[in-house]
């Protein structure tokens, strides 16, 4: 874990004084054998959250197949970042109101971060499943970016309503 933490930060840039209205944040993830360590780097524009950078550095031991691994990685990233900013289930009287993908809200390419960088580390260990360590630390990066972005502490999902009505 700890290494994972270190590249991810280095990467980052965790630790350079920063003066441009932007904010890193960064977490970290442990399951079934993934280690997974994410950062993100954010600003807020108006009423507009952007998400400049995302990076994602796991170990999930060995791999089959690199390609797939990177892209199980990734799209857990994207994932968990569309989770965190508006999806949320939404019951009245026992019945789920979203009825199809048009009532229930998906990170779209204007949302989503303009870089994206995945790095594995190499290993020996068992293989781990990736999509299921890299899902998880995207909210808690990208709530630390936003604080560190805007001194707003947001500690209720989904993310965005919640920024939105703090600032």
Not at 16 to 41: K, P, Q, S, W
Not at 101 to 110: K, N
Not at 138 to 165: F, Q, S, Y
């Amino acid at each position: 874990m700890a290494h994972v933490l270190q590249t991810c930060a280095t990467r980052l840039g965790w630790g350079v004084r920063r003066n441009d209205g932007r904010g890193l944040g960064i977490a970290c993830h442990f399951t079934d054998g993934g280690y997974v360590a994410e950062g993100m780097e954010v600003s807020v524009e108006g009423d507009r959250l952007l998400i400049h950078r995302a990076i994602c550095v796991a170990d999930v031991g060995r791999m089959v197949n690199p390609l797939n691994t990177e892209s199980q990685l990734s799209a857990a990233m994207l994932d968990g970042i569309s989770c965190a900013l508006d999806q949320v289930v939404t019951v009245r009287d026992g019945q789920v109101q979203a009825r199809d993908f048009g009532d229930y809200r998906l990170l779209d390419g204007a949302q989503a971060p303009r870089q994206v960088e995945v790095v594995i580390v190499p290993s020996e260990a068992a293989p781990a499943p990736a999509y299921d360590a890299a899902i998880t630390p995207a909210a808690p990066a990208l709530a630390n970016a936003i604080h560190a972005a805007t001194t707003v502490r947001i500690r209720r999902l989904p993310l965005r309503p919640e920024l939105m009505r703090m600032l």
